[in-house]
Each structure stands twice: as C-alpha cells, then as structure tokens.
C-alpha cells in the first residue's frame, strides 16, 4: 500500500533563516506531487504541484520555492522566512484519473 | 474559472439530529468532487467521491453526499450526527478543464456536534 510522509512533524525558526521541509511517498511510480499550506486551520492554499522530476507548477508568488529531485520526493524550500510563512503545511500525492488526492500527515512551521 | 464555496463557516447539530454541510461549485468539464475530514492537526482524510453514475454517494463513517448538476451543488449529509464528527470538513473539486492534475478547495466547514 502506499504511504505518505512528511517531516519535520513540527518546527520554529526565527524570521530570516532557511527552510526545507521534505515529502516522501511510498508504494507508488509517478505519483502527482502537491504542496499546500494551511493557516489558522482554514482553507488550503496550494503553494505547487508537480507531475514529474524536474516539473514545479508555481501557484502563489513568494519566497517558497520547490523541487523534485526523485520520483517520489518533493522539497519544499526558502532562503530567508518571514513571520507570514507561518502555517500547517501539507504535502500530497495523486494518481491520476478517477482517484482522490492522499494527504501527509503535516508540518506545523512556526516563525518567531 | 474553477471555484468551490462552502458558504458556512460553522455547522452546529445536536447529536443524534442530521448534518448537512454544504458545497457548491464552478468547473468546465465533468466534475469530479470530493470530500474530506480535518482532524486538528492532521491531515486531510478522504471520504467520498462523486466521479460519475448514481447521484447519491456513499463514503466513509456514514457519510453521504448528493451531486445535483442542475444546481452544481455536492451537499455532504449523514441521517444521525455523533460527536466524535466534530471536524473541519472540506469540498474539492478536480480541474475539468487542461489542467486536470489540479484540485480546488472550498474554504472549509467547522462542524460541531453537541452532546
């Protein structure tokens, strides 16, 4: 079966520094890959998706960027946080066709 | 363009009464919708689909939810709300369109269950 990891599960960096959360999928090839954040534990924001190595859709203009080093390993990065990256930040993965979107477990990032 | 409107921040139900959590939405193409439950700090659960056939489906936990394509509405309902459904409750939809790999959500439903 497949599996969905994210980690770190919980992390506070001070404004300004980097950021690099990870996402790993198990038990599935060429899964659609997404980043989303969630703030005040409302309404998702999707930050970008990715369907293949190298692919990175960009939905919001910021100071997040995103890789996909490995088929099924998505990177969620920055170079300098600000107070307003703030948020829950769930990873998920898609098969295609007739089929739902699976969700990780979540990073909860917190920026002092 | 692709939307989904939850209208309802909150849904308050006693236990034991039914729940209906709303959704309406705006996609070109045949839609594929869905709904999924939040637990706090966790990540979004599944738990059903609207992909194609009978209008009425049925999901996970005693959920169920009605695709009406005249009104392009997916109202989620369940006959006797418990407690433990207390939740954040989300509607999507899939990309109809070129773009079929992308999914919109709705702002999302707090719904709280009273004993």
């Known amino acids: 079966s497949q599996t969905i990891h994210q980690w770190p599960a919980t992390l506070v960096q001070p404004v300004g520094s980097p950021l690099s959360l990870e996402c790993t999928v198990e038990?599935?090839?060429?899964?659609?890959l997404y980043w989303y954040r969630q703030a005040a534990g409302r309404g998702l924001q999707l930050l970008f998706y990715?369907?293949?190595?190298?692919?990175i859709s960009s939905e919001v203009p910021q100071n997040l960027s995103a890789s996909r080093p490995q088929d099924r390993q998505f990177i969620l990065s920055s170079k300098k946080l600000l107070l307003s990256d703030s948020g829950f930040y769930l990873c998920?993965?898609?098969?295609?066709?007739?089929?739902?979107?699976?969700f990780g477990p979540g990073t909860r990032l917190t920026v002092t | 363009a692709q939307s989904v409107a939850q209208p309802e921040d909150q849904v308050n139900v006693a236990e034991g009464n039914p729940l209906t959590v709303k959704c309406t939405y705006s996609?070109?193409?045949?839609?594929?919708l869905f709904w999924y439950v939040q637990y706090p700090n966790r990540g979004l659960q599944f738990l059903l689909k609207?992909?194609?056939?009978?209008?009425l489906v049925k999901g996970s936990y005693g959920f169920e939810a009605e695709f009406n394509k005249s009104q392009t509405s997916f109202h989620l309902k369940k006959p006797s709300a418990l407690v433990s459904d207390s939740a954040l409750y989300f509607c999507?939809?899939?990309?109809?369109?070129?773009?079929?790999?992308?999914?919109?959500f709705g702002s999302g439903t707090k719904l709280n269950v009273k004993p």
């Open positions: 998920a993965w898609y098969p295609g066709g007739p089929y739902e979107q699976y």
């Open positions: 999507a939809v899939r990309d109809g369109g070129d773009n079929f790999n992308k999914f919109y």
């Open positions: 996609v070109s193409g045949n839609p594929y």
């Open positions: 609207y992909i194609t056939g009978d209008n």
């Open positions: 990715s369907v293949g190595i190298g692919q």
């Open positions: 038990g599935t090839s060429n899964p659609n």
